[in-house]
């Protein structure tokens, strides 16, 4: 489960091994049983192991079908004509002596014959008509668990023979035209897939729960829970077109092909298929119901895998169904009572999910984009990130047709182009819309590329994908000073001296319906220079010509904002060309990059003049520390996140995935960055002193270095290696917006040329 490209081929290459220990394993339980006054502990051990390794197996052949589409490796019922698991209690027995007396308790209550998981799943697809005439009898949730998964092989195979049996992908129609037999056979799954449910109901009452307390904290760990998260899975493997998205692709290329052929195949809509909607919808449900924000935080530790698969599965049945709905009405095919009654709650659903819906919203992007939140979340399997990428990428092609969709005008004459006179309306708008779809090849990857551009550019969709709000983005100026450019390029002029602004940035983020927070990034020059340390001041004569207004607070005031409503402020690092006047923004809560505070009271302890500071620079105000980002792996810090390399920490208000802290080592100790979603696929990272120059953001140049006169070698940057891993990161992180479909605007402090060629930009105006 882990997503990888290697590790997935390994396992499909290993199938055969698989069924090789899957034969030895069945081998090792064939035959009777002993009874039970010869059967001991270490025997009876060394059996379930073996049953439960065949369960292992078979579970993980029927995950890897579902999520990469692949042909089941076992048959659902002969495969497993192995005896039934025993209860947790025999399992969990800490001794001899307590494993005999359970054994014994148990011993006498068992049944007239042994049954076996083929039994259990016999019984439950044809009740009445196999052991009809023996004794209910006790199954194990584990037993369950092993059987459900059997149900979604089953389920599949049936599908294929439906598939064989009609010559179109609907399976549901009330046609007269369709195979009786096909029609018969979906129609007992439906009557095996509802006995299932009463099944595990059954199932479910048996468990011992001490009182009512815990035995809700329970459901979410039991196994009768993950049995239900398998049978939405069975659900949707009878639904459906025949066309499905496989997380076996990996090229983007193909992904989009994928997702193409999948949204523009039809989907006919029936009574059924709609039960099978809304039971596939009920995944949906759960977790709101709980609490989304607490399930995409805690599900990985409470909830197992294959809620995760079934979510995935249903996602995508649901969002098509709901497409097919819209794309429908564009037909005149208006949805039915019923239909509309499950649209409705679905729609419920998404906005106590926090997803901000409108009645011009493409409802079928919602719910594919809202179900992608939770997979990425949950990111402790590596498949779900993937799982969330594709959602979100199917949320765009869902949204490109339907608004492609709505300025389309569909005539008659249109409606029969290209011999389409002998189809349905319904079709004729696939035929018409799906060019509008597609999007033209690209070419392949080459096969030596590493897969660290696939990693970061998936990353970064995930963040895309699970952003549920936007910012906006506004420069502010905060003065100007001068810059040799011979001190942070390397090999130009030492004439060249340029007139640069010290940026800074207004973000305002809506975190409710009532009010907004206004964040400051950085505060460029104070206004009066001669309030600097003797130090700084020292430092500033080679900084001339110096143009220290307008400062922040004044190109606040200009463009009508008093700096009393600053709720937050950010400096990108503590040089004096970034801290402004702090006091200006006394109702603010300010905020440094770890090590920084310490920084301000030590010093550097080095030569360099523009590394000295101010010691009572946060006098009077209240400012916090942001947490150090953890640099090994086993460094556990839930707020921090390696993207591409970078250490990113969710820094909204509002907790919607709009503003991130970017770590951005190299320049000073504590330096961060701070990345911005200012629209639909459209992002800003503000980078403080990253970078000085152009050329050295584009990699036309390199960082300067120069000998002072001791003989020591010097630098802008602290670290000038690490400094320069940084600017290659935050250029890979631009192809890799690039190559993923969205964009990236990348500025930093003293960026002349920005700040010349985006007027428009400056407060009160927007990036």
């Known amino acids: 489960m882990s997503g990888d490209r290697e590790l997935v081929n390994d396992t499909m290459r290993d199938n055969g091994f698989y069924t090789l220990v899957y034969s030895k394993a069945r081998a090792a339980v064939a035959g009777d049983a002993p009874e039970s006054d010869t059967m001991d502990w270490q025997l009876w051990i ?17 995950l890897t079908m579902v999520i990469y589409e692949v042909n089941p490796g076992f048959h659902a019922t002969q495969d497993l004509d192995i005896p039934v698991y025993s209860d947790e209690i025999l399992w969990n027995a800490g001794s001899p002596d307590d494993w005999r007396e359970t054994y014994i308790n148990i011993g006498t209550k068992k049944e007239s014959r042994r049954h076996t998981i083929k039994d259990v799943l016999v019984d439950i697809l044809l009740e009445g008509k196999y052991h009809a005439n023996t004794m209910p009898y006790h199954v194990s949730p584990l037993t369950a668990l092993v059987a459900v998964h059997a149900l979604v092989v089953h389920m599949w195979q049936r599908f294929q023979v439906c598939q064989a049996l009609t010559s179109t992908t609907s399976l549901f129609s009330s046609s007269s035209g369709h ?130 698969v079934a979510g995935w599965s249903s996602a995508i049945l649901v969002s098509k169904w709901v497409y097919s709905i819209e794309i429908g009405v564009f037909a005149g095919i208006q949805p039915t009572a019923a239909e509309s009654k499950l649209l409705t709650t679905i729609r419920e659903a998404l ?22 939140w939770f997979m990425h979340d949950v990111w402790i399997w590596g498949i779900t990130p993937r799982m969330g990428e594709a959602l979100n990428r199917l949320a765009i092609a869902y949204t490109r047709i339907i608004d492609a969709a ?20 319904f079709e004729s708008i696939y035929y018409i819309l799906k060019p509008l779809l597609v999007c033209p090849p690209r070419p392949l990857l080459n096969s030596t590329m590493t897969s660290n551009s696939d990693i970061l550019k998936s990353s970064l969709l995930a963040l895309e994908a699970s952003a549920r709000g936007i910012v906006s983005v506004s420069a502010l100026r905060g003065g100007e000073f001068t810059l040799p450019s011979s001190l942070f390029v390397s090999g130009v002029s030492p004439t060249e001296r340029v007139l640069v602004p010290s940026l800074s940035f207004l973000i305002v983020q809506k975190c409710n319906e009532n009010g907004a927070e206004r964040i400051l ?20 004569k080679s900084r001339q010509p110096i143009l220290p207004l307008p400062d922040v607070r004044q190109s606040l005031l200009e463009g009508g904002l008093s700096p009393g409503s600053i709720n937050q402020v950010v400096l990108s690092h503590v040089h004096w060309d970034h801290i402004g006047t702090p006091s200006d923004f006394h109702a603010a809560e300010f905020f440094v990059g770890a090590g920084s505070l310490d920084l301000l009271k030590t010093g550097l302890n080095e030569h360099l003049s523009h590394s000295n500071f101010e010691s009572d620079l946060f006098d009077n105000v209240e400012v916090k520390e942001l947490s150090r980002p953890a640099k090994m792996a086993s460094e556990l810090d839930d707020s921090w996140h390696d993207v591409g390399g970078l250490k990113i920490f969710d820094f909204g208000g509002s907790d919607n995935g709009s503003l991130y802290i970017v ?32 050329r050295l953001l584009h990699g036309r140049e390199a960082i300067a270095e120069w000998t002072d006169d001791t003989g020591r070698t010097c630098c802008i940057h602290m670290d000038k290696i690490k400094a320069a891993e940084t600017l290659r990161k935050i250029s890979e992180w631009t192809e890799a917006f690039k190559t993923g479909g969205m964009s990236l605007e990348v500025i930093f402090a003293h960026d002349v040329e920005w700040a010349n060629t985006h007027k428009a930009a400056f407060f009160p105006g927007t990036i």
């Open 46 to 62: 060394e059996l379930e192991s073996w049953k439960r390794l065949i369960g292992g197996i078979f579970i993980e052949s029927t």
């Open 663 to 694: 770590d951005s080592p190299g320049h000073l100790i504590g330096h961060i960055n701070l990345l911005a979603r200012i629209g639909t696929g459209k992002w800003a990272l503000l980078i403080g002193d990253a970078c000085h120059d152009q």
């Open 521 to 540: 990034f950085d505060l460029g020059l104070r206004r009066d220079t001669g309030n600097y340390s003797e130090p700084i001041q020292r430092h500033l």
């Open 179 to 308: 195979d009786p037999l096909s029609s018969s056979l979906l129609r007992s799954a439906m009557q095996s897939l509802a006995r299932c449910d009463d099944f595990l109901q059954g199932v479910r009452s048996e468990l011992p729960h001490a009182d009512a307390d815990e035995h809700e904290k329970d459901q979410e760990c039991s196994l009768v829970f993950n049995c239900q998260a398998i049978l939405r899975i069975a659900y949707t493997r009878i639904a459906g077109p025949s066309i499905r998205i496989s997380l076996m692709n990996t090229d983007d290329a193909d992904v989009d092909a994928a997702i193409s052929s999948f949204v523009t195949a039809k989907m006919e809509r029936s009574p059924q298929l709609l039960d099978i909607i809304s039971k596939s919808f009920e995944g949906f449900k759960i977790p709101v119901k709980i609490g989304h924000l607490l399930v995409r935080k805690t599900a990985a530790f409470r909830w197992s895998v294959e809620h995760a």
């Open 406 to 425: 709505k300025g389309h005008v569909v005539d008659h004459s249109q409606l029969c182009l290209g011999g389409l006179e002998s189809r349905d309306r």
């Open 351 to 372: 906005e106590e999910a926090e997803c901000e819906l409108s009645e011009a919203s493409c409802l079928s992007a919602a719910v594919a984009k809202t179900w992608g």
